[in-house]
């Protein structure tokens, strides 16, 4: 990955257009077109960063434009973290190197401290560790606690100029304030939240609220605090609020939000009940290969539809409600994703949440704000964190699957053959592994035999992922066996293959396993010709 040259870059133009939506109040435009950039485009990190400092006060005279620099950069840097996440050792080659010019530039004395704390702040944002040259000269470097400089006060008055003009939609305006504070350092957002509850009005403080669902567990703590000292000003609805999400956050935080109930509840404020709500479809994709997962829920509004969707992956990973749309327009959506789905009943939807909401919390984590948004849609949603346990999941399905099919003999082909199991051509195309040590070893075995490569990987290094495609092919199981209509779906005959690599079974014996071997050569093959195709080109 070469570092682009300034003159030709398109990184200039993104900038401009991201900071004249911010001077005017708007959120930075995102758009497929930026999202295709910064896929292809890694290396603009290092201009992007250029711009900034090149604007910033004190050794520039635009602010703003810096700040739409900034905003590019934290993009930029999230999709290279995507690449980091997939194992890409190109990416994390080119985040250090990036880190460390940073590094040189502060000591070159070319970079003062607001930028610096900018850039951490896009670090951060795009959830890259700072390296230990980086974290040090942000120490040395280090905001004092008393310094009202943080936010910058065009900043300011552009996020607050977003919030009045949402027109009382909380979740509309923490969608805007996210996307414009994203680059901000992290000490100026939780300046931002902290206001937004004491300063910001009833709008302000309805979106506060939300703001205990952010990602970063510091900020969560100061608008808990902030929350706390206006318990007195809270409606009904943002009680009702409170009291739903509690549970969606670490345990250790959830005393914050019982003494804002408690303080809310003794000024004799009520809790509001939930507005009336239905459901019309829920559909859930198919697991794919990274164990990820899209629950889309249909919804009405007034004459039209609301596609809504739940994005799981190890947790609770993102949600969304998009505008309203006709039935067909909806149809065609579902349709033209490609992604093989299924309607499900709505006991899949809540068990499915619950055990992300519980892998989510584990690890310190709280799922997206727009969840309670969706849980508001459907007219009130009890989900708590409980976790789907993999032994009494497991023998809840073989229970239902008839004796025969578990008889040696008949479990003997079930395994065998499937890899050819009805309906699951299209489901499995994304099943393989792609980690570093898969993709040392099939680039190492380049002109080995191909069956005797995929014996090699179901021998060592595959069998160390068995657990997880246990996992992956009893959560599939148990989404065909959740489905509406269940006819032809080989949910019994996926549940055997979870059971058989459960007990430790010999992967050579599992067609299914060796179709993901296959696949794995295939795509290792794919990427790496498309690696040496990009550093040639």
Not at 236 to 255: G, K, V, Y
Not at 312 to 327: M, Y
Not at 329 to 341: F, H
Not at 529 to 537: E, N, P, V
């Amino acid at each position: 990955m070469s570092r682009p040259q300034p003159k030709s870059s398109p990184t200039h133009d993104y900038a401009r257009k991201i900071a004249t939506a911010i001077a005017k109040g708007r959120p930075p435009p995102f758009s497929e077109a930026l999202v295709r950039f910064c896929d292809s485009s890694p290396g603009e990190i290092f201009v992007a960063f250029a711009g900034a400092a090149q604007h910033m006060p004190p050794a520039g005279e635009d602010e703003t434009l810096a700040i739409g620099y900034l905003f590019l950069l934290q993009r930029l840097l999230e999709h290279l973290r995507y690449r980091t996440d997939e194992g890409h050792d190109d990416a994390a080659r080119l985040i250090a190197d990036f880190q460390a010019h940073v590094v040189a530039e502060v000591e070159a004395g070319k970079v003062g401290r607001r930028l610096l704390d900018f850039v951490g702040g896009a670090l951060h944002q795009s959830k890259i560790p700072a390296s230990p040259e980086f974290a040090a000269a942000s120490a040395e470097n280090a905001v004092d606690g008393n310094d009202t400089a943080v936010l910058p006060s065009d900043i300011r008055a552009a996020l607050a100029g977003i919030v009045a003009a949402c027109d009382g939609d909380p979740f509309l305006a923490v969608s805007a304030l996210t996307e414009s504070s994203h680059a901000l350092p992290a000490e100026a957002r939780c300046v931002l939240a902290a206001a937004l509850a004491v300063e910001g009005g009833p709008e302000g403080r309805s979106a506060a609220v939300l703001f205990l669902l952010d990602a970063d567990a510091d900020l969560r703590r100061i608008v808990a605090a902030a929350l706390e000292r206006v318990a007195a000003s809270l409606t009904p609805t943002e009680l009702r609020r409170l009291i739903a999400i509690r549970n969606w956050r670490p345990e250790d935080e959830r005393a914050g939000v019982d003494a804002i109930i408690r303080k809310a509840r003794a000024k004799g404020i009520d809790c509001a009940a939930w507005d009336a709500g239905s459901l019309e479809a829920i559909f859930a994709t198919a697991i794919d290969g990274a164990m990820t997962q899209a629950l889309l829920l249909i919804a009405p509004a007034g004459r039209k539809k609301r596609l809504s969707s739940i994005l799981v992956k190890d947790g609770l990973a993102d949600a969304f409600s998009a505008e309203p749309q006709t039935r067909r327009q909806i149809e065609t959506n579902l349709v033209a994703s490609g992604t093989p789905m299924l309607q499900m009943a709505r006991s899949y939807l809540d068990q499915i949440v619950a055990h992300n909401l519980a892998i989510s919390i584990d690890k310190g984590q709280t799922p997206p704000f727009r969840l309670l948004e969706i849980a508001e849609m459907i007219g009130g949603a009890d989900w708590q964190p409980a976790r789907m346990d993999f032994g009494a999941t497991l023998a809840g399905l073989v229970a239902q699957i008839p004796k025969a099919m578990q008889q040696p003999a008949a479990l003997t082909a079930v395994l065998r053959r499937s890899n050819v199991l009805a309906g699951l051509g299209g489901v499995a195309q994304s099943w393989f592994e792609d980690n570093p040590r898969i993709r040392d070893i099939v680039e190492q075995a380049r002109g080995r035999e191909r069956t005797k490569l995929q014996d090699y990987l179901l021998q060592g290094a595959l069998a160390q992922y068995r657990d997880k495609w246990a996992d992956l092919f009893l959560r599939t199981a148990c989404w065909m066996q959740a489905a509406t209509a269940q006819d032809d779906l080989c949910w019994r005959e996926l549940t055997l293959v979870a059971k058989a690599l459960a007990e430790r079974r010999d992967l050579t014996e599992i067609g299914l396993m060796h179709d993901v071997a296959s696949r794995t050569i295939t795509a290792i093959g794919h990427m790496a010709r498309q690696r040496r195709k990009a550093a040639l080109g």
